[in-house]
């Protein structure tokens, strides 16, 4: 008589457990990427802060910004063959390791290079979170549980990239100087996620090793195999202009409000980008049970509004609209991301469900990262309101272009 122990030999993934044990392990999975993503936004508020006191640019901030951008990239190239390889946890403990460095140098970041490599470091980490952690949520949830795992792994990395943000604004508003007791708290939250990770039951994927002995040693770019490819492709099209508009409301929308709105307070910078993160969330619980092709129609549809709301708040100078942009921003990425893990998660088998997670990451942050920078440099030469409206352009222009692509082609799923 064969166990409930047993192993999946399609996917390489656990078999079925009792119920209780699988939805608690899945949640326990989605907490590592939440404390990490909290991490990632913390410092949002601080910026306007920082610039001050050390004196850089809007150019400047935008690089250190993509500091992050490329620490990310850099690790998804490997994150992805390697958990997929060796297993999720090899790859998660020293992820989380890196992020606990990371957010020591932010406590004592007293120059550019610092804060710098602290967005470096962070970028390590959510490159591995993204990848392997993700991964390992659905893994966590079961063969049963594969969408609500995909929703639990999208919603844990939106509501942490909101509740950073709103702890570092609150921080900033009732203490004259944050910075220590922000990542003091953040450090406490990311040893508890490394704790939790040393005790998850996740395993490697035998068949995979197996099959890449041939190959061991030799280094390629991420890649799966080509009746998946399709899939990746759909995704990375529709999550990159959400996730871009979301980059620039969090290296430059504290800006705008600084300089182009009068709005200084760090906790209105703070909320601005919780609420961008927690529309994320709230609008992935309410179309979970739509499908793929509708999701992305949606997101796409927030995307575009977000960008028409922006150049109303930047040309009106009316703060509130920046604000209702943010939300629309944070629901665009919030459904792309949801529709992008989706096909990943049902359609991709756990053997190369990381390496699938870096492609796509890797799609939408290569314009997260280059788009918001460019814009950066924009504003330091031609003003703020410019270079909003040209970025908003671009943005609508890709937004519009993508769900041409995928609309026609996306069977309903």
């Known amino acids: 008589m064969t166990t409930t122990a047993n192993t999946d030999r399609a996917t390489g993934e656990p078999g079925a457990t009792p119920q209780q044990p699988k939805r608690r392990q899945m949640i326990s999975g989605a907490f590592?990427?939440?404390?990490?993503?909290?991490?990632s936004n913390s410092p949002t508020p601080l910026y306007v802060r920082w610039q001050a006191q050390l004196g850089f640019s809007a150019g400047t901030l935008t690089l250190i910004f993509a500091a992050y951008i490329a620490g990310l990239l850099l690790t998804l190239l490997i994150a992805g063959q390697l958990a997929d390889r060796l297993g999720r946890k090899p790859v998660l403990i020293p992820g989380l390791v890196l992020a606990i460095v990371a957010c020591l140098?932010?406590?004592?970041?007293?120059?550019?290079?610092?804060?710098?490599?602290?967005?470096?470091?962070?970028?390590?980490?959510?490159?591995?979170?993204?990848?392997?952690?993700?991964a390992a949520v659905v893994d966590l949830g079961g063969p049963a549980r594969k969408r609500q795992a995909s929703l639990a792994a999208s919603v844990a990395m939106v509501l942490g990239a909101g509740l950073g943000p709103l702890l570092a604004g609150t921080f900033a508003q009732i203490s004259p100087d944050p910075v220590l007791p922000l990542f003091t708290t953040e450090l406490i939250i990311l040893a508890s996620a490394l704790v939790v990770a040393g005790t998850l039951p996740l395993k490697g994927h035998r068949?995979?090793?197996?099959?890449?002995?041939?190959?061991?040693?030799?280094?390629?770019?991420?890649?799966?195999?080509?009746?998946?490819?399709?899939?990746?492709?759909?995704?990375?099209?529709?999550?990159?202009?959400?996730?871009?508009?979301?980059?620039?409301?969090?290296?430059?929308?504290?800006?705008?409000?600084?300089?182009?709105?009068?709005v200084s307070s760090p906790l209105i910078a703070g909320s601005m980008a919780c609420i961008m993160f927690l529309t994320a969330t709230g609008v992935q619980l309410a179309v979970s049970r739509l499908c793929v092709r509708t999701i992305f129609l949606l997101g796409s549809t927030a995307t575009i509004a977000a960008m028409i709301t922006l150049v109303i708040a930047v040309n009106a100078s009316q703060a509130a609209f920046l604000v209702i942009s943010a939300a629309l921003a944070g629901a665009g990425q919030g459904l792309g991301q949801l529709g992008g893990l989706t096909l990943i998660g049902t359609q991709v088998p756990g053997t190369y469900r990381a390496e699938a997670n870096s492609i796509l990451n890797i799609g939408g942050y290569i314009s997260a990262g280059l788009i918001p920078v460019a814009t950066g440099f924009l504003i330091d030469g031609a003003g703020l309101g410019t270079g909003a409206t040209a970025f908003a352009t671009i943005l609508t222009a890709a937004s519009i272009a993508a769900l041409a692509f995928v609309h026609r082609r996306l069977q309903r799923t």
């Open 32 to 39: 590592l990427v939440t404390a990490v993503f909290a991490l």
């Open 105 to 134: 140098l932010f406590a004592i970041a007293d120059s550019v290079l610092l804060l710098g490599l602290a967005r470096f470091l962070t970028g390590i980490a959510v490159g591995v979170i993204v990848s392997a952690g993700m």
């Open 207 to 262: 068949e995979r090793a197996a099959l890449e002995d041939a190959t061991k040693g030799v280094w390629r770019l991420p890649q799966v195999p080509h009746q998946y490819q399709m899939h990746l492709l759909y995704g990375m099209v529709m999550f990159a202009p959400g996730i871009t508009a979301t980059s620039f409301v969090l290296s430059l929308g504290p800006s705008l409000l600084a300089k182009l709105l009068n």
